[in-house]
């Protein structure tokens, strides 16, 4: 057994610093996803706080150590469509939108930009298996759906980067 699954047992039987340890590891990635998502600090800091709650009080149903980064993040990526969808009721009332601000660094806002061509449901995938390097099962898992369906989004998605990076590039030809 690994450091990282050890950690989650002891996380298990309760011990705090140990699930402190865990979410220390995971809070990048966390933060990425959820990015993908919210585009807006205040909302991200938010959603990581409800799902390291959430992460802590329900420890004890997670099934097996090695699915604990799988599990939080299907957790922040069920906080985050809530947040989603209370933000779109919230924009649709007030007619209000906000700009994201972050800290990333540039590659992160890079990488971003260069997603924000493909739809919601693809984004999320892509960020999770080349941003974080989550394999096709473990994004089935996490967005609970079938690995075929990741597999094809994937592949539907790599064509729409390529078309928009060709078409980038014919308009500097």
Avoid at 148 to 169: F, I, M
């Amino acid at each position: 057994m690994n450091t990282f699954n050890t950690m989650v047992v002891r996380a298990r039987r309760g011990d705090a610093d140990a699930f402190i340890n865990l979410i220390e590891d995971c809070k990048m990635t966390l933060r990425r996803v959820a990015l993908g998502y919210l585009r807006n600090d205040e909302d991200v800091a938010d959603v990581m706080q409800d799902t390291i709650l959430d992460a802590y009080e329900h420890i004890g149903s997670l099934k097996r150590e090695e699915y604990f980064r799988t599990w939080i993040v299907r957790i922040l990526i069920n906080r985050c469509t809530k947040k989603y969808r209370s933000n779109q009721r919230k924009a649709y009332l007030e007619d209000y939108s906000e700009e994201a601000v972050c800290d990333a660094g540039k590659a992160d806002v890079e990488f971003r930009e260069m997603l924000s061509v493909l739809p919601d449901d693809s984004r999320v995938i892509f960020q999770l298996y080349f941003g974080e390097q989550f394999t096709v099962r473990e994004i089935a898992q996490a967005l609970d759906m079938n690995e075929n369906t990741v597999k094809s989004r994937l592949h539907r998605g790599k064509e729409q980067l390529r078309d928009s990076l060709e078409g980038k590039a014919d308009k500097f030809a």
